[in-house]
């Protein structure tokens, strides 16, 4: 049986509140033999006390060995197996700044691009132009029309823009068009080998091309933003909701579009928030909305940015900044709160990695404590819940909410 | 997705060198209450320092409470899951000679026994005879001729020998000859249940019949070998190469010719060693090969040996000797070093165990450490890695060696 079966089964549409916490690349290295990881280093008062009266335990993403990305990651920290659900790049980025995604569309990342008078990309992200002149850009895109299909281009940030296309006869299956290196020309859209033989790919393949091919016109003015690439075209993954599967409203709070976007296509509503947003700003938008929802996933961005950057002590920062703040969250008395990430990003390392994620159950009424007194990687290791697959985070939380009922007599 | 679909995909064909140290049967237990275990009690100034530096846990070979035969054990430490995949003794035996199995081969182990005027087995191993009367009678065993198909003998050690079948029309589901009593008569060769409707496998039982009757005119000269026994019927298991599913050139350093026959049927390259290797001498020429492959599969045999003899002092003894030796791996500076075993045979039981077994992961560059700061029974079970299952080693070998991506975006 797998887990939703289960959680169909036996969760309750009543029973406490849980706050599902997540530092993105929580998990960390000493940056030195002997040394502490980032949250090791870190003065967590509260968190040391959460764990010292909850339970923890390290939390396995995706597979032992195996480094997540944030997509898999957030999927499997909300219970979906990361092996068998997937969302493509471009469904995540319309669902991230809000697009609805319907069953036949056919949802695209774009990036501007510079391309030379030769024909060949100089630059894959044309300069990273502003936010601004991308939206002006993106103005000129809208004004393309393609047979048959209706066509929805959004900026999001900067070069990076999403291309959505409705309507019949549609197939995500086509390849990408950026060349991946510059001084190359930008490849023709095709039907996947695999689809070769399926018309609405090649369909849709040639409406892509179609598109690129006047977005060339129409962008002469906007140079160094006088191409584009389109990557990870994908339709709606059709993902299980969390009100079906979990009897949870769920709400989301986060800066990226990204971690929004996976949160909508799961069935969370997703509260405003500003990118600038520290952690308080974050908790305090929990407690503004605390009395419309059951769940509340609450992401912190910062702390995997800064262990991309190499900044081991800017990591740190944030962890405290988190740290102090979360009395907010305290304060509105959830029956559970989790704190993990859906991966490492040690500082030592400047990127994802596939070490496991110290984790921190804390559920006042019915958590069963362990030996663990501070939250950090090595404490974590002998805490009262094991090794455990971040998939099984979800379960944990309805059952310490009191949402699951028994199986069986 | 299995692991091999995640291999495939993930695996890089570059990065760090790594070793798989095995001590068969390293696990133990303590001779008296309160005692130390072989590894515990062992010495190992050098493993205490990895263990201290790296990481650890506990492995689980086939199954928690499993019994694991030498097969298995070492299929689950190269990451084929053991309840999956299966070697055939003959066919195992026929790879540890070297005998190339080709698709559509039978393989079987043979051994020579001694009958009495009565046509019952007075001793199923010949009185152990040498292993150069064993090739004398193997040279006469050569002469026999069946119809249609080649055959092919060749003396592995003592009373032990191989027989391959190469031909049209066989097949390896036929029963063993060999009554596994003295004072009973050799059992007829018969497909098994099974196969009964399946002419290849008649046709296979009744050659073997014919084998084996004429084998006993030919080694009347050869009392008391003047029998054969045949066991294990097998055919290559066509198991996926080290190559294809981990992109790793391996190679093994074993001095026994089962593990060898394992290690070649999984891909790896073996290099030739003497029977009477020491540790020292199998380091040594992993230092010689140590630019031509990624990945070294070092085996040393004599911890479970002195744990079937029950001789704690002398397995003791042994793990001693392979700490002694380490530095001549450390000094090859591997990118990821792990130490462990296939199995527990603690000198108590005087045979392999279900105890899950200590394991090691040193890889200098992003290896997290935890608090074990000695290599043991003990301590491992606190280690920073939890129990896990044998077939992870080769996730975690790749992903401390910086060998595998990311997985989604």
Known sequence: MANFDLTRLLAKDNGGKIILLVLDGLGGLPMEPGGPTELEAASTP??????????????????????PGSGPGHLALFGYDPLRYSIGRGALEAAGIGLDLRPGDVAARGNFATIDENGLIVDRRAGRISTEKGAEAVADLKKIVLPGVETIVEEVKEHR?????????????????????????PLKCEPEPAAKEIIAAQHTADLVNQFIAEAAERLKPHYP??????????????LPKFKDVYKLNA????????Y?????????????????DSPEDEFNL??????????????IK??????????????????EQVDAALPILLNLNPDTLIITGDHSTPAKMK???????????????????DEVTAFGERTCVRGGLGFFPATDIMMYALAHAGRLGRYGA
């Open 225 to 238: 933003a006088n191409f584009i690439n389109l990557r990870g075209f994908a339709s709606d993954p059709a």
């Open 351 to 369: 990127q994802h990695s596939f070490h496991e994620v110290p984790t921190l159950f804390w559920a006042p009424a019915i958590v069963r404590p």
């Open 161 to 185: 823009f999403v291309l959505l296309m409705r309507g019949e006869g549609l197939d995500p299956r086509v390849e990408e068009t950026d060349p991946l290196e510059v001084g190359k020309p």
């Open 251 to 258: 709400a989301c709070v986060a800066v990226y579009p990204m």
């Open 302 to 319: 910062y702390t995997d940015s800064r262990g991309e950057d190499g900044n081991f002590d800017a990591k740190v920062d944030v962890i």
């Open 260 to 276: 929004q976007g996976v949160s909508r296509l799961v069935g969370m509503d997703v509260i405003p928030t500003k990118p600038m």
């Open 46 to 67: 509260n968190m040391d006390r959460l764990a010292q009266e909850g339970t923890t335990g390290m939390s396995i993403p995706i597979a032992r060995g195996v480094e």
């Open 286 to 299: 929990v407690a503004q909305h605390w009395d419309s929802y059951d769940f509340f996933f609450v992401h």
